[in-house]
């Protein structure tokens, strides 16, 4: 579905075109104190869906099913309802986080958001989820998004080529990988 996505964008708009309202770039770039409106409402929104993760029947029934779908059936998950809210909710957050990427940006473009793919996967199984479903949290996500903005600021800070930028996460990818594997045989 990415890759057909993103071929319809490239359809849609080939060539960077097509300005974003001001408005909406201030509001976007507005801060309160030294913090970014936005960065406030990420924090807001990832407790708030901590908080659902952790004490909803949703919540709860999203773990059990990312676990093992047949364990969650017997102990009477609704997993087709499941499924799609957590669908609709990952599909909501992302539209949240283009927008803010086209604001700052300021000008549409059909592969603006391509490049945080795998940095994205990168900062959620930083933060302690499993590839495999079942474990991961809200807010580890956002731990490791901040710790791979560190990483790129650092590697920039340095001096260092940009290709640093791909690598250190990915050696941090493979150190964390590493660790949980030797982890989980010590167990």
Request: aromatic residues 8%; hydrophobic residues 50%; glycine residues 12%.
């Amino acid at each position: 579905m990415y890759i057909f996505l993103q071929g319809l964008a490239l359809v849609l708009r080939p060539t960077p075109n097509g300005y974003i309202d001001s408005s909406t770039t201030k509001l976007i770039t507005t801060k309160i104190g030294v913090f970014p409106v936005v960065v406030i409402l990420a924090v807001i929104i990832a407790l708030v869906f901590e908080r659902l993760l952790r004490r909803s029947r949703l919540g709860v029934e999203l773990r059990a099913v990312g676990s093992s779908e047949d364990r969650a059936v017997r102990l009477g998950a609704r997993i087709n309802t499941t499924i799609v809210w957590a669908h609709i909710l990952c599909s909501l957050l992302a539209v949240l986080a283009g927008l803010v990427l086209s604001s700052l940006v300021g000008v549409g473009q059909s592969g603006l958001g391509s490049q945080y793919t795998l940095t994205s996967i990168t900062a959620v199984v930083l933060g302690g989820a499993s590839i495999f479903g079942g474990r991961g949290s809200y807010l580890g996500a956002l731990l490791g998004a901040f710790l791979i903005q560190e990483i790129i600021s650092a590697t920039s800070f340095l001096g260092l080529e940009t290709a640093w930028q791909q690598w250190l996460p990915g050696l941090l990818i493979l150190a964390g990988a590493a660790l949980f594997s030797r982890a989980r045989n010590r167990k």
